[in-house]
């Protein structure tokens, strides 16, 4: 288990729960399976006992094979049907399974010719992959035959190969020096050479020798694209750097970038949230690197330094049984960080064979507020990132609040409501494509797909609510008219980032620069917001200025104005006018507004009534005998209506 110490916080922690199975030992071997994430020990060779875990596995698996000599690798296929078993470098014996039990005998396929077995990988439920060190094999696999059948082959002279789970790209390597990179990949069942590329050594021997090996190439991918990480040590600095080639299917695979290091030794690479994190086992440190944020290029190179560095994974414990911690006095023991006898495997795997532990590592992105100084920098990092409103939410407080000493000035606030607004247009663009109406035959999605989703969209109710809301009524040292004009400068550089992006502005943004002007008694300001229309019509801004009447009386008017040219207020503006018993100016608006049928002669009546003005009555009975005469030929009112109010006649009288 994780466990806080002192007060600094991690940006990286191994998993709560690791996967523990039975360490490595001399008649206990252990393997694992990057497709499946599955970890397999095997006890006298499957004779007495094989056992299966993975964190997508809902209980581990238990079972025997019979023992043919030492197992030297053995993968599930991706639906749990298919056991791949290698005991030699000439054959791979199959062994079906159904509820998660083995069913019938083993059947084999041997490789071709001379060839040796360097390893395989099960590219589908029914593609097997066969790597020898004279090619590729691929082979179809039917379970339900227990049959083999070749499909193709490759020739080629390798050494060594790496798969990519992610992308489904397997690489080969060639050559004297091991350099040369074939990567196929697997499309619609079928194998398909990509173009061979070259990686260049560093310092290369004399003496024509393997120079590139298996653990220092990554295939992985990072923004939707293939990329291979291939780590190189310098001889002459001693340092190391990593170079990423990018796969297209149009062109070669060609350098685009480089990763400083400044250490060498042991390396190892994760890949968390399309982020590379270069682990150093001598310093037991890790250093983080994105390839889409901003960096030097030469035009051809982008060339970067770690955008973190010395970061260290939080340290980990393991409980003691209740009965071993009476005896030695501990509840917990520490597990040595950065071991040496820690593998990684992609894309954030880590194993430990001799204590028996399989972790995932997982980024914190919390700590990364404090450790990245760019406001416009930390913002672009935790929006590229999966899961990561609450963070940015939690950033924005820091940056945009008046007390916080990370709060920026005006102009790099307003590039971070770009950088948040950029987003919010896009998902509202794929809002919008969703919903147009698309020819026959054509899916929508198809439309869609060109527009990229946004991993997190901040939106006004989300600015409003956690970061701009959180200054009215706050208790800080802040003077209230200092608190309000950044209130007002804030909210303004917010307003025109809106706009900028084209983006309609929700009415509880324009409530709260209105009051924060109000406050400040700007009230010439504010008329000239409103005069000059720079804020959008609605009826709960409309409401709001007839509530700042008393300190603020133009507003009545700029209230009516609005709702008049909202044009579906019709009955709203009837109601203000009645309210303020101004009542033949109602019926007026009503007769134009309105069609006269509609107009309730008992509202307006009642109000006249109780304006106690014979004259306003008077006009207001007189309109509506008028329209009794044209509808039903016939002044009078219906019954009822007349009784209701008290004395008509005389009032007219």
Known sequence: MTEDVGEEEYIFELSENPISFEPVTKFTNVFYDEVTRQVFTVRSGGATGVNVKGPDLKSPLNFRVEDKGAVLSMKFSPNQQTLAIQRSSKTVEFLNFSNCEPVGPEYSQPCRGSSLILGF?????????????????????????????????HSLQSNWFVYCPLSGLLLVS???????????????????????????????????????????????????????????????NSTAEIVIYTLSRDSPPRKTHILSLDSSGKLAVSILDNLIVVHHQASKTSSIFDINLPSESDGRCITLNPLLAAVAIRPYFFNIPASAAMLNHK????????????????????????????????????????RI????????????????????????????HPTSQSCCDLVTMGRVFDQLNECYRQQLD????????????????????????????????DLFSHVLALFVGCDDPCKDGERDRFIVATV??????????????????????????????????????????????????????????????????????????????NEEIIEILLSKNKVMSALRFARDALSVENISARKFLE?????????????????????????????DFLKGLIHHLRNPRKIIE
Request: net charge positive; glycine share 4%.
């Open 121 to 153: 990988v099960w590219v589908s439920v029914t593609d097997f992959i066969m790597i020898t060190n004279q090619g590729v094999e691929h082979y179809q696999i039917t379970a339900e035959k227990r049959a083999v059948r070749a499909l193709k082959s």
């Open 174 to 236: 060639s050559g004297v020096l091991g350099n040369c990179l074939q990567p196929y990949l697997l499309k619609n069942h079928q194998l398909v050479r990509l173009t061979k590329f070259e990686v260049d050594v560093a310092n290369p021997p004399q003496t024509a020798r393997l120079c590139l090996f298996e653990r220092d190439v990554t295939p992985t991918t990072l923004y939707n694209q293939t990329v291979v990480l291939i780590l190189k040590h310098n001889i002459v």
């Open 331 to 370: 509840s917990k023991v520490s597990c040595e960080m950065y071991s040496p006898s820690w593998v990684f495997f992609q894309p954030n795997i880590i194993i430990d064979a001799i204590l028996g532990s399989m972790w995932c590592l997982k980024l914190v992105l919390a700590p990364v507020i404090d």
């Open 373 to 400: 100084g760019d406001p416009c920098g930390l913002i672009d990092f935790l929006l590229r990132r999966r899961d990561c409103k609450a963070t940015v939410l939690m950033a924005l407080k820091k940056l945009v």
């Open 430 to 461: 794929i809002e919008m494509q969703s919903q147009i109406a698309m020819p026959a035959g054509m899916q929508s999605s198809a439309v869609v797909a060109v527009l990229v989703q946004p991993n997190v969209v901040i939106d006004q109710k």
């Open 492 to 569: 303004n550089e917010y307003l025109r980032s809106l706009v900028q992006y084209h983006i309609p502005v929700q009415h509880f943004i324009y409530e709260m620069l209105i009051e924060a002007f109000v406050r400040l008694r700007l009230l010439y300001q504010l008329h000239q917001f409103f005069q000059y229309h720079a804020v959008a019509d609605s009826k709960p801004l409309a409401c709001l200025l007839l509530s700042l009447e008393s300190v603020y009386p133009a507003s009545y008017q700029l209230a009516l104005d609005m709702l008049k040219r909202i044009g579906t207020a």
């Open 607 to 635: 109000a006249a009534q109780t304006s106690q003005v014979p004259e306003i009555f008077y006009g207001v009975y007189r309109f509506f005998q008028q329209r009794n005469q044209r509808a039903r030929g016939n002044p």
